[in-house]
């Protein structure tokens, strides 16, 4: 027992100290800690609506009808730098918050048309303090913009958005580079650079994970031609619409810059039929793309600005949490493999791991991101370290022991020494017992008249009535003497009502050898009667023989006073 103690502590430990390193040791920018994140957002937003959140950003799309419209289908996108002056002095006399442009303009129209982008570059200087153009890690603006907006690095932000390792996008780094390492400014992401010429974002982190409440596209959006025909139209419209607000420019078309979003499971917008509304209204959007999981790159930038101004962002737990929630998942899954059968084990640890993962569903809306997968890895190992442990040390010795002795000994001792296998040597306990002599009368006068064969059978028969009965009623069966059963009420199994128990059991055992008798000779066949002694007292119990070959029994004067009582029956009848 002490040993078996031992091994089980021992498997706890190592099962919590595995799971601790597990927390500490798994990023959580891995594939299925994503994966986790990005059905919890589904599963958080299924039950707590983010309809009537307000909208503080909005997408101005480059769109195939925009494409398609008679104002741009003749005009090479490279050439667009009208365009995108008229935009851009429309959406400042809207008095948007700040304006960004997803997009790399990195060849001035004018290369192309002396003074093209004169316009353009007049809006850039104008609202300089307003609109923020797109550059990558190696790519600027072309220079004449650059100089529209003099010079200013923080009127550039970074197009770039780095992917997890399975290739969706969760995380998003508001900065690049770090002044005291050298670098004459931090280079802010397209987002972070449209939140500081909006006045916002100057308390939030080096980086966010957005907890959006709805999928990217259901953002405001509207299309590129629809505006510009307002601004020429019904400029009051614009400025209703744009007023304060963050706008993201970027194209929308159906197979051009798409990424994956955390927010991939999240319902997309309804679609509208914008064709079939007249006159200057400015209709929201719907899907770019009918079915898809990805998302063009310029609602990344606006979700992430829309996180970091609504506060809709999460932080990571600390390593230290993480690795306490593994050794909390590493605890319960060494107690379930130790102490359940498999099938219950295994049913506790979907369970479980359910759980942790509604947690992680319910963490998010109180801005928490508790990730999941390490915790559940552990519960899930330790559940069948520990179940190894249990089946091939701790469960070995009871299945030798239940394999040797099980058809020699009753199952309650079988149990008994599966439990505390130490038993399993010579000596034994005084304790108070009942002892029960039972012999088959008759046995020796048909024994000369039936074979030997029909002989064992018989008596086997009438035998196992016997050690049905005394099995049923908490007894153990001693032994077999020739035609006789000797059996032990109060151990190994303790009762207290031992000695009832055991006469309960001697009248069963009378009609039933009665009853069989009279059917053996309704068909006339040979039967047998019964002579039974019992007696209460104390007596040694336990294990008796040589250190190779051992019973289990009593020794004792109730044994003796049990013996000859069985005798009685036969002297008076």
Known sequence: MVQRQSITALTIVACVTFSILLGIFIPRDNSL??????????????????????????????????????????LPRALFSPIWAETLNGLGQADAAAVAFDFLLSFSSGQFKAGHDREFQKALFRYGDRVVLGRSAGTL????????????????????????????????????GDKNAGDDVAVRSLSAAALAKAGIGQALPPRIIPSPRQHPEAMPTYA????????????????????????????????????????RYLPPANPIDSNSMKGCQLPRLGPS?????????????????????????????????????????????????????????????????????????????FGLWLPAFAPILALFLTTVLAYLVRYLVSDRRRRMIQNAFGRYLAPSVVEALSESPDQLRLGGTLGDVTVMFADLSGFTALSTRTSP?????????????????????????????????????????????????????ALRIVDEIAKAGEAAKARGAHSFGIKIGIQSGPAIVGNVGSARRYNYTAVGETVNIAARLEGLPGVYG
């Not at 690095?153 to 290739?167: F, H, V, Y």
């Open 33 to 74: 800690d994503g994966w986790f994140f990005d059905t919890a957002l589904w599963a958080r937003n299924s039950q707590v609506s983010g309809a009537g959140a307000r909208d503080d950003v909005v997408v101005l799309a480059l769109d195939q009808r925009s494409l398609d419209a008679p104002e741009l289908r003749n």
């Open 141 to 176: 603006p072309a220079k004449s913009y650059l100089a529209a907006l003099r010079f200013d690095p923080t009127a550039l932000g970074l197009l770039e958005l780095l992917p997890d390792t399975d290739g969706v996008i969760r995380e998003f780094p508001l900065s690049h």
């Open 224 to 263: 590129l031609v629809d505006v510009l025909r307002c601004m020429r139209t019904a400029p009051d419209v614009v400025k209703k619409t744009f007023e304060g607000l963050l706008v993201f420019i970027g194209s929308v078309l159906p197979d051009e810059d798409r990424r994956i979003s955390a927010a």
């Open 289 to 365: 793309k009918a079915n898809s999981h990805t998302v063009p790159g310029v609602y990344l930038h606006a979700m992430a600005a829309q996180a970091a101004i609504s506060g809709n962002w999460v932080r990571p737990a600390a390593p230290l949490w993480r690795a306490v929630i593994a050794a909390a998942l590493g605890l319960a899954g060494a107690l379930l493999g130790l102490f359940l059968a498999p099938w219950g084990a295994f049913l506790c640890v979907f369970i479980l791991a359910g759980l942790v993962w509604s947690a992680e569903a319910g963490a998010l809306e």
């Open 453 to 505: 064969e029909e002989l064992v059978t018989l008596t086997n028969e009438y035998l196992a009535i016997i050690a049905d009965e005394v099995d049923a009623s908490n007894g153990y069966v001693d032994k077999f003497i020739g035609d006789a059963v000797m059996a032990i009420w109060g151990a190994p199994i303790k009762s207290d009502q031992h000695a009832m128990e055991a006469s309960r059991a």
